[in-house]
């Protein structure tokens, strides 16, 4: 069982907020053409963590509530994005967002959906919608099929304390959630990352040990492994695809 969702990032902030990556521009692009997004829109980004996903919506324009219930990650948002006036930093969380009723045009949850309580997410995202509101959930996953990336993820799985609960993509989640047809996009992503970089990632993720336990140094040490047999120039890629899923819960279940 997945336990203390609300605070299981508190002590991975300052990892999270430098060395997790942010979406393709693309992704504004997409949205604008088939979903009607513009300079106008009023998102609800829900999970917002560190404010990574605020900041594309923000730059086009739009007013934008970071629904986020962890205090730490909350507190880094307000501070990076305090140069836009439109955004509006909530405690609250998916499930009771406290936006009114139909007030928003877009709900996005990227790299968060998977936290969520389904059935009282859906019925909060349709009561702050707008008619003819849409729902967006965002991931960046690593690819297949590359071997650094296949070795990472062995390696997540050998030392990760829940990494095998934590399941992002679930496609019977999204049906119970969308309730009937949705669409679907995949783009391109990629990150860089020397072995301060390589690490700062691993250590933004909620999943592994802590520095206490006994296996936090041989997982370094097979971090730095996995870095030297595959570094190029003094950097190994994280290449990744972006996944987006959008539709209407218009639709009762």
């Known amino acids: 069982m997945i336990t203390n969702q609300t605070s299981r990032f508190s002590d991975k902030v300052a990892y999270y907020a430098k060395y997790r990556p942010s979406y393709p521009i693309e992704l504004i692009s997409l949205l604008e053409k088939e979903g009607g997004l513009n300079a106008h829109s009023v998102v ?14 923000l730059k086009l324009g739009c007013k934008v509530f970071g629904i986020e219930p962890n205090d730490n990650m909350r507190e880094v948002a307000e501070s990076s994005l305090k140069a836009y006036p439109n955004f509006h930093s909530v405690k609250a969380t998916a499930e009771a967002t406290t936006l009114n ?42 690819k297949v099929g590359i071997p650094f990336l296949d070795d ?9 304390t829940d990494y095998k609960e934590i399941k992002h993509i ?12 949705y669409e679907t996009r995949r783009l391109d992503s990629v990150q860089e990352f020397d072995f301060d970089g390589l690490k700062g990632r691993l250590l933004s993720s909620s999943y592994i040990p802590k520095e206490t336990d006994d296996a936090f140094a041989p997982m370094l040490a097979e971090l730095q492994r996995l870095f030297e047999l595959y570094e190029q120039n003094g950097k190994v890629k994280f290449e990744m ?12 279940v």
């Open 241 to 252: 695809d972006t996944l987006i899923f959008w539709g209407s819960l218009a639709t009762e």
């Open 170 to 181: 679930d496609p019977p989640k999204f049906k119970a959630f969308f309730g009937g047809e």
């Open 152 to 160: 990472y993820e062995r390696f997540l799985q050998r030392f990760g």
């Open 44 to 57: 609800a980004d829900v999970g917002s963590g560190t404010g990574i996903s605020s900041e594309p919506f």
């Open 101 to 142: 009723a139909a007030s928003v045009d877009f709900v996005v949850a990227a790299q968060a959906f998977h936290w969520f309580e389904v059935a009282a997410t859906r019925k909060e995202f349709q009561r702050i919608l707008k008619p003819n509101g849409m729902a967006i959930l965002v991931w960046n996953e690593r």
